[in-house]
């Protein structure tokens, strides 16, 4: 290990739900972690799996298991782990991903050499050999400083995975919401909170591997454009600066004129038109006309060819 001097004891949460056949891959990946001096906090949320017997069977006094009553809200998961710790820093791992060895170390030096409270960085999405799959959203961008309204436009991509926090901004800024409209993007939304909070350090390096499997929570959701806009909603009951409002705005009326054309299709025409009618006004009218389009496509199906008849003599 390089550059850092001293060695604050740093706390890692990782939430789990009858998991067990993964878990230990991400748990081995924060053992293998140059900097040595943390804890991990396995924080499981009622698996009804081998789990608990499969944490236990590894021998590392760095770890302890937290078993919870299942709530299935990982936000409560994350602030019980935090809350069970005793680290001056927080980070968090999934239970289905892994850290690469020298995250901890490239972060807590950053940190030092910036004295920002906290920092992120690179993540790669892979299949499960291993292999990089491409992002949708593009190539990743290390922006340090302010990033609210980047994180708003989705112009900086903050993975939860990839946070190294200080435990006091971790508690100024209120933990993890408990909100239960937050079942998904409760670590954007956190996200969000923080960088109002305090500047943020970059790092272009590869901190992550997030693993692209069935039982990923963003391959399994129903309605994911409506779950994505509750950060947004939450943002605006809040937030008074007139620019990020705007913004706001905008991500939520995208986000609920595309809703409109999933429940268009799914057959909730009512729902669907109340959407079309909240993101008319902020959405880019291109996009909004092209979400009408779709829903009308869905709520008038066009039918198909007529069927050709052959000339009887």
């Not at 060695?7 to 009858?18: G, S």
């Not at 919870?68 to 927080?90: F, M, S």
């Not at 007139?242 to 995208?254: D, G, S």
Request: charged share 25%; hydrophobic share 40%.
């Amino acid at each position: 290990m390089e550059k850092v001097d001293t060695y604050p004891l740093i706390t890692v949460v990782i939430p789990t739900y009858n998991r067990a056949a993964l878990v230990i891959r991400a748990i081995d990946s924060v053992l293998s972690q140059t900097y040595s001096n943390l804890e991990l906090l396995i924080a499981d949320d009622g698996s009804a799996d081998k789990t608990k017997e499969a944490v236990l069977s590894i021998n590392d006094p760095r770890i302890r298991f937290l078993e919870l009553a299942h709530t299935g809200h990982i936000g409560k998961v994350r602030n019980a782990g935090v809350k069970a710790g005793k680290g001056e820093w927080v980070a968090f791992l999934d239970s289905d991903d892994t850290w690469l060895p020298r995250k901890l170390e490239l972060q807590v030096n950053a940190l030092k050499e910036t004295a920002r409270r906290w920092c992120y960085g690179r993540f790669e999405l892979v299949d499960d050999s291993g292999k990089m799959i491409p992002a949708k959203a593009g190539t990743f961008r290390p922006v340090s400083g302010q990033v609210t309204a980047q994180l708003l436009t989705n112009e900086v991509a903050v993975v939860i995975c990839t946070l190294l926090v200080e435990r006091n901004l971790f508690e100024e800024s209120g933990g993890f919401s408990t909100d239960e409209r937050l079942y998904f993007r409760g670590d954007y939304e956190f996200a969000l909170r923080l960088s109002l909070k305090e500047e943020v350090v970059a790092l272009p390096d590869l901190l992550v591997n997030i693993f692209d499997h069935p039982g990923r929570i963003t391959n399994t959701l129903e309605n994911a454009h409506e779950r994505s806009s509750v950060p947004y909603r939450m943002f605006l009951e809040t937030q008074t600066d007139p620019r990020l409002r705007k913004i706001a705005r905008q991500r939520l009326a995208y986000l609920l004129a595309e809703a409109a054309v999933k429940r268009s299709a799914a057959g909730d025409h009512r729902i669907a038109w109340t959407q079309l009618r909240k993101a008319m006004g902020n959405d880019n009218w291109r996009h909004w006309i092209s979400a009408l389009y779709r829903s009308c496509k869905a709520y008038f199906p066009v039918p198909g060819p007529l069927l050709k008849t052959t000339p009887q003599n």
